[in-house]
């Protein structure tokens, strides 16, 4: 894997190799059409879940709450219970080793600032919570898992973690050693021009920075107002909040890796356990953090009762629909705006093969205006910003940026004019309810 221009990281190798792929290596991407899905992989998994959703998958239980011991809430980016959920795999002799995303040293403008890593202590682990929105890749703690017997757990997004399930399939040593597998709630990737984009806007060079925070916690803010911190090599600290960046409204697309738009899990439905932000009252208020988390395996179902019997964990049982309502913004993105993607043509191009069927009815003109402005400026923002980077002009970013934002909230946001006349567009012409919907 190498960084390309853009900031993502692509699969290289020598001349030819993409013609000379099996269908083998095929059936190991994520996104291929040649590998099994989903549903496929759940059901070989968790066979005996009780619980069935179509948006969150099989499943044993689910819940909304934060760690109660220790730091790991005040640690994290939420409620602390990823981390928690690895340093309790660690503590309890689960797994002899978990495999996350950490930070790295960099000497380069373009060197990655994160990267997946092995933690072996509850030292190691604690020192790289945090979320971190950053093009990362796994090989090299794959093949490390290979080479070193022990069990392991891996933490990652979906598509990681579906990865993962591929790899296992057809490498009974991966399949003895990764025992667990825990995921992390997913709106889409970023490549590493958005870090240096935030970087620029907060008066940093890239080559100066040592290390970034993407979201630092305050808790005396809501949980969603989201702040970026870059420490820099001389010691000094610049601070910015996400809504004062031209391209800070995630939702928006900017940076976001092309794969994406043609994924259907939110919730990472193949991981033993995964996390997410509650996205909802009074929680996403709660600038402590809180966590909502889907737990599908038996005994990670059982580690997490016995907890929350202890106190050690402050978790209250949830349903389907609630898990939902706190991603809902995501879900309408990769159904009923996956399924409209899936409906273009693709003349001479792969279609992805998804459990959406491919469909545009009932849709109104508002939502496909806002998914078409999300598949324009995650395109188009690669491109501007090499542009203004090439030519030493980021104001000629920064003003296409902050003009494609405001184009967008004023058709996503509830209160904005042009979405507004758009539904009234849809309403007059009998094509739609005109009731406002949030991104």
């Not at 083998?24 to 291929?32: E, K, T």
């Not at 998958?57 to 409620?79: C, D, I, L, N, Y």
């Not at 509650?278 to 402590?288: C, I, K, L, Q, T």
Request: charged residues 25%; proline residues 6%; positive net charge.
């Amino acid at each position: 894997m190498a960084m390309d221009p853009h900031g993502h990281l692509k699969p290289t190798g020598p001349a030819g190799w993409r013609r000379t792929r099996s269908s083998g290596f095929s059936a190991l991407c994520p996104f291929s059409p040649a590998a099994a899905d989903e549903d496929d992989i759940a059901i070989g998994r968790y066979p005996d879940a009780p619980l069935d959703d179509a948006r969150i998958g099989r499943f044993v239980s689910a819940w909304v709450g934060h760690v109660a011991e220790g730091e790991f809430r005040t640690s994290g980016s939420s409620g602390g219970m990823a981390n928690w959920t690895a340093a309790e795999l660690l503590r309890t002799g689960r797994v002899d080793a978990v495999a996350h995303v950490g930070g790295l040293p960099r000497d380069a403008a373009d060197d990655p600032l994160f990267g997946y890593r092995l933690s072996r202590t509850l030292e190691e682990l604690s020192a790289a919570a945090k979320s971190r929105y950053h093009p990362v890749e796994l090989s090299g703690v794959i093949q490390t898992i290979r080479e070193t017997p022990g069990r392991y757990a891996v933490l990652g997004v979906p598509c990681f973690i579906k990865a993962v399930h591929l790899l296992r399939a057809g490498d009974p040593v991966l399949r003895e050693r990764i025992v667990f597998t825990l995921g992390l709630f997913c709106g889409h990737m970023k490549s590493l021009r958005m870090a240096e984009s935030f970087a620029r806007q907060t008066g940093v060079r890239m080559e100066d920075v040592a290390r970034m925070d993407y979201r630092l916690k305050d808790p005396d803010r809501p949980a969603n107002v989201y702040t970026a911190s870059f420490e820099l090599k001389d010691g000094g600290e610049r601070r910015r909040d996400w809504w004062n960046f031209a391209d800070g409204d995630w939702g928006a697309g900017f940076f976001q890796n092309p794969a994406c738009d043609w994924c259907d899990d939110v919730v990472a439905e193949t991981a033993d356990i995964s996390f997410g932000d509650a996205w909802v009252e009074p929680y996403s208020s709660d600038g402590r953090g809180t966590n909502v988390v889907v737990v599908r395996a038996p005994e990670l179902d059982r580690m997490v009762r016995e907890a929350v019997g202890e106190g050690r964990l402050q978790l209250e049982p949830v349903d389907a629909d609630f898990i939902h309502r706190t991603q809902a913004a995501g879900f309408r993105h990769r159904r009923e705006g996956l399924a409209w993607r899936l409906s273009w043509p693709r003349p001479g191009r792969v279609r992805p093969r998804k459990r959406i069927a491919p469909g545009r009815r009932g849709l109104p003109l508002r939502r496909r205006a806002v998914y078409a402005m999300r598949f324009l400026i995650s395109r188009w923002s690669r491109p501007m910003f090499q542009l203004a980077r090439r030519t030493g002009r980021p104001g000629l970013y920064l003003r296409w940026a902050a003009a494609m934002l405001a184009l967008y909230q004023a058709l996503a946001w509830s209160r904005g004019r042009l979405g507004a006349a758009l539904d009234r567009l849809e309403a007059m012409s009998g094509g739609g309810s005109g009731r406002p919907r949030g991104a």
